[in-house]
């Protein structure tokens, strides 16, 4: 079972980034899949959820309008755009499988000018 996360980097303020987490290892269409991030001296916080066909979404309230979860379950993978970037938002974000509590080891996003 692994998750592998990319498409972290450095971005300015206002910008987007899209990243993706492939999984392997598991029939990934069974599962709920998240988004988390963890800021520098910070704890860890979920970002987006998403169900196992993707018709349930959820969000924290600092990404709401901004970021969107979603998947692609015969490319066993899922997504995060992120646009409106602000410097707030910068962190290493994991995807998680939540039952089994599996982790991905993360991508950094820097947001900065």
């Known amino acids: 079972v692994q998750l592998v996360e990319s498409g972290g980097g450095l971005v300015q303020p206002g910008g987007s980034l899209r990243l993706s987490c492939a999984a392997s290892g598991f029939t990934f269409s069974n599962y709920h899949m998240s988004w988390y991030r963890q800021a520098p001296g910070k704890e860890r916080e979920l970002v987006a959820f998403?169900?196992?066909?993707?018709?349930?979404?959820n969000y924290a309230d600092s990404v709401k309008g901004r970021f969107t979860i979603s998947r692609d379950n015969a490319k066993n993978t899922v997504y995060l755009q992120m646009n409106s970037l602000k410097a707030e938002d910068t962190a290493v974000y994991y995807c998680?499988?939540?039952?089994?509590?599996?982790w991905g080891k993360g991508t950094l996003v820097t947001v900065s000018s």
């Open positions: 998680k499988r939540p039952r089994g509590d599996v």
């Open positions: 998403i169900s196992t066909l993707g018709g349930d979404t």
